[in-house]
């Protein structure tokens, strides 16, 4: 399609948005087009083909109201198959929107276009969508906002007063590679690729410069005495992201559109899928003051990256950087904040146990009869190349690096959607197996420091097989996970993100879990409601959650890395009693695969 043509499509589309929040009764149905098309950018003195949705990056806000129903079409002009996944929505009894690419449905074919509807009720906060084959969510990817019914009522508010204005902080990556072939190189065992600069609301801000010429930053002009709710989202493939602005203080209410108890912090930090809602009171002397966006690492001998800073802009209204004639005071240089050292990831592991649930009784109450248990191993291996049964390992070129969940490796299907083989046949029928395991099958000091490379002790531990297992749940069921991070060739953190549901996050903890020492620490009063956790580095979480939505649920870690290594499966679960508590058939605007011609990236 040509320049003049895209743009033309474009603004329409973004009328059509415009006009297309239809009332009906108190709720509403929000329609929204997005077209999917590259588009050259130029940052740090190159010019770089990106993947966008409405000439957009990052893409479109969809702004919605619980009880809401949301209608988007998707228009694919790439030269490959894409899903639009809309991360942390429930899709209660809507499976099939859930966009997750050759788990709910295949991707949309090139030149081709797909319609995605989901109702929200019960839903209020800050979610996202992004896309979900190969690594294009790097730049496909937006803010999801879903606003309670009374408006502003806010239940966190301290004042009568509402929050100013919301503030979308978008934080992500700048990548030169291009996507797809990044994605092919992962899927290959390797992770030696990096992307060039964090972002901040797709700015790569002022200390990324070409040729001493600085990027352009992102920009929050405030006025003294109001109170901003910002909405901070990881969009990144990478990299877990510490968030401070300088002399100011955040009070943390939100997380995974699910409410939290209020805590004062002077810094944020949220790993990739995650989002986390703040309240920011410009209190501080009017000034210029920098936001900074920094990724975390595990040090040494953990395989290093460079450092990922972006840097932003808190400008106070009236305020006028220089002097001139009339007088006015010069504005000192923006003030910065005060960073965790890069390798210190305690920041993170404290943050996340700060968070507790604003309890509600309708949807706040854990259950306590468990019915099923896995514990979850959550770490590397690797595969002999040119399927042989004997290789050198620990990183050897002999091997493919893969991730692993109990010491399996997702093999991701690519012409058939697991959803549609399960709802036409009940089951696999040589697609998928249904016996993933409730537990790794050697037990080992997950999270010794001596199976990173150089080694030796990972040798034994590391060779692994690709299969598609899965784990059938009847309805209504009490599951609960505990997710076990290992040091197995590298000692990473691993954000868990299970797709349909919010889970209770029970406790999370250092080292081993221990049954027998861990379990008096789970918290059944207020525990935070969330879809991704953050599973500490050599360290574990417990999650619980009843499985009232029935489908195929896809649970994987949200490092792109991982998920493109296999750190994942799926969930089924069975349909309820009632036609209520029943997966419905496909709707009509669901093509099932091979429809317009199956696409693989």
């Given at each position: ?250 009070t943390v209410v939100g997380a995974d559109g699910n409410y939290l108890t209020p805590f004062e912090t002077d810094m944020v930090t949220v790993a990739p ?329």
């Amino acid at each position: 399609m040509g320049k003049v043509s895209m743009a033309a499509l474009i603004l329409c589309v973004s009328l059509l948005a415009l006009s297309t929040a239809v009332s009906i009764g108190e709720a509403a149905v929000v329609e929204h087009t997005f077209v999917v098309h590259e588009m050259n950018v130029t940052h740090l003195c190159n010019t770089t083909k990106i993947y966008v949705v409405n000439g957009q990056f990052p893409g479109p806000q969809i702004d919605v109201t619980d009880g809401d129903t949301v209608v988007v079409h998707v228009v694919n002009r790439l030269d490959h198959g894409l899903t639009i996944h809309w991360h942390g929505v429930r899709q209660l009894r809507s499976c099939w929107s859930d966009g997750a690419g050759f788990v709910t449905e295949c991707p949309i074919p090139p030149g081709a276009d797909h319609t995605y509807r989901f109702n929200l009720t019960g839903q209020v906060g800050t979610l996202w969508w992004h896309a979900h084959v190969t690594c294009l969510r790097a730049t496909i990817n937006g803010a999801f906002v879903i606003r309670p019914k009374d408006g502003t009522n806010y239940p966190f508010r301290r004042t009568t007063t509402p929050p100013a204005k919301d503030v979308p902080i978008v934080i992500g990556e700048w990548w030169q590679l291009d996507l797809v072939e990044l994605d092919r190189r992962m899927a290959d065992g390797n992770f030696d690729d990096n992307p060039l600069s964090a972002t901040i609301n797709g700015k790569l801000g002022d200390l990324s410069n070409c040729s001493g010429v600085p990027e352009e930053s992102f920009v929050l002009d405030v006025e003294r005495g109001e109170t901003y709710l910002l909405r901070i989202i990881n969009t990144a493939l990478f990299s877990e992201y510490y968030f401070k602005v300088a002399g100011h203080t955040f009070t943390v209410v939100g997380a995974d559109g699910n409410y939290l108890t209020p805590f004062e912090t002077d810094m944020v930090t949220v790993a990739p899928g995650e989002t986390i809602d703040v309240l920011m009171t410009a209190d501080a002397p009017p000034a210029h003051y920098h936001m900074v966006a920094l990724a975390n690492q595990p040090p040494e001998p953990d395989p290093q990256i460079p450092v990922f800073v972006s840097r932003g802009l808190v400008r106070y209204a009236g305020v006028v950087r220089g002097g001139d004639n009339n007088g006015r005071v010069p504005v000192p240089p923006a003030a910065v904040p005060v960073m965790p050292d890069q390798h210190n990831t305690m920041p993170s592991y404290y943050f996340h146990g700060n968070l507790t649930g604003l309890a509600y009784p309708e949807r706040h109450r854990v259950p306590m009869n468990v019915d099923e248990r896995l514990f979850v191993t959550l770490g590397l291996g690797s595969l002999c190349r040119g399927g042989k049964k004997v290789c050198k390992r620990r990183r050897s070129e002999e091997t493919i690096v893969v991730a692993t969940m109990n010491n399996v490796s997702f093999h991701h299907p690519n012409t058939t959607s697991l959803l549609e083989v399960y709802y036409d046949s009940g089951n696999g029928t040589g697609v998928y197996t249904e016996d993933f395991p409730e537990k790794p099958p050697h037990p080992y000091n997950y999270t010794n420091r001596e199976l990173i490379p150089p080694g030796p002790l990972e040798e034994v531990l590391e060779p692994t097989f690709k299969a598609t297992k899965l784990r059938r749940f009847k309805y209504n069921t009490t599951v609960e996970i505990v997710f076990q991070s290992t040091a197995l060739l590298q000692s990473d953190s691993n954000p868990m993100h299970l797709h349909g549901y919010d889970f209770f996050v029970l406790a999370q903890g250092l080292g081993n879990f221990d049954p027998k020492r861990d379990v008096a620490k789970f918290n059944y009063h207020n525990p935070q409601l969330r879809n991704t956790v953050q599973v500490p580095r050599t360290g574990w979480a417990a999650i619980r959650f009843v499985t009232d939505n029935p489908g195929m649920w896809y649970l994987h870690c949200h490092f792109e890395f991982h998920i493109v290594m296999g750190m994942a499966t799926a969930f089924i679960v069975e349909n309820g009693p009632t036609p209520e508590t029943s997966l419905p058939p496909p709707p009509p605007e669901y093509k099932r695969c091979g429809a317009n011609g199956l696409s693989q990236p």
